[in-house]
């Protein structure tokens, strides 16, 4: 009996050994495709893909809300002449905001967006810093020679005009933030604060523009082509700030070019970044605003140009 039960286990034990070495030949012999963690190198750039046709709209990149670009609306009472033009020059395909205002007659204006929301800037905000300014000192709150420390938290990297604990006047300042030193813009909004800005901001009836963070940031702040005209109409006809100080602010604003601006005659006061810009200006005896606020500023210069003809030309 116990030879039966050996023999039993002796025939299994070989016929697993065969078994074993039969899957063992084939494992050898299978390609096996190992997928690699992400640190490794993956497929080239150029190698391409099978192309998917998926029928999506068109999103521009907005930088508030997930809004996409559809119709132009264009206010009521608008020059429709002029409105045409600038809807030429900015197309029916990308997401922006255009407002113009004559500012010897009230009833020319044009105001029209894809977008109504209020959008994210950066620079621009430098216009509701500067009247925060003066409106501080026009009100005795601050004195024209007034010095700032400038502090570690005000500094950005990479910048090297204004060095940590030496103090400048406001107006040296002034002048180095409109070159682009935002060092000195942060060193101004420590001064008179964030709150401050916002309050003058609503004073203008500029009811969506908010500062929000410090000039380090890429979003400073957020606003809409009209809000910016509102401004520029305020400070022209000497509201919020009287009119040495507002000339003041002007004075600041005077001079800078940007892509808006660059190829319109005259006399131009603006501010600008990447995505915004407004300025008011001065030509033939003509005085007009223009302000606008686009997902891209490639059609800025375009849109200055085209406005700056059409009012020369009427």
Do not use: C
Request: charged share 25%.
């Amino acid at each position: 009996m116990k030879n039966k039960v050996f023999i039993r286990a002796l025939i299994a034990s070989i016929f697993a050994l065969v078994l074993y070495s039969a899957n063992l030949h084939r494992v050898q012999n299978t390609q096996v495709k190992v997928v690699e963690p992400a640190k490794h190198k993956v497929a080239k750039k150029n190698k391409k893909e099978p192309k998917i046709k998926i029928k999506e709209p068109q999103a521009p990149k907005v930088s508030s809300g997930s809004e996409y670009a559809s119709n132009v609306d264009i206010e009521k009472g608008s020059i429709k002449a002029l409105a045409n033009k600038i809807e030429e020059v900015m197309g029916k395909n990308g997401t922006y905001q255009v407002a113009y205002q004559d500012l010897n007659n009230s009833s020319k204006y044009v105001r029209l967006s894809t977008s109504e929301k209020a959008q994210n800037v950066s620079s621009t905000m430098e216009l509701y810093l500067l009247v925060a300014i003066y409106k501080k000192e026009q009100s005795g709150k601050l004195s024209k020679s007034s010095a700032i420390k400038i502090k570690q938290s005000d500094r950005v990297k990479g910048e090297k005009l204004l060095q940590t604990n030496m103090n400048y006047g406001i107006a040296y300042l002034r002048d180095a933030m409109m070159k682009g030193n935002k060092t000195a813009a942060n060193a101004l909004l420590r001064k008179v604060g964030k709150d401050y800005v916002n309050q003058i901001a609503a004073k203008f009836g500029a009811k969506d523009t908010k500062l929000i963070n410090s000039f380090s940031s890429s979003i400073v702040g957020q606003t809409t082509a009209n809000d910016l005209d509102l401004t520029l109409k305020g400070l022209y006809q000497g509201r919020v700030l009287n009119r040495q100080y507002a000339y003041i602010v002007l004075g600041a604003m005077h001079g800078h070019k940007n892509t808006l601006t660059k190829q319109i005659s005259g006399m131009s006061y603006g501010v600008s970044d990447g995505h915004s810009a407004a300025a008011i200006v001065q030509d033939r005896g003509n005085s007009y605003t223009i302000s606008v606020w686009s997902n891209t500023d490639k059609n800025f210069s375009k849109l200055g140009k085209a406005i700056s003809t059409w009012v020369n030309k009427h």
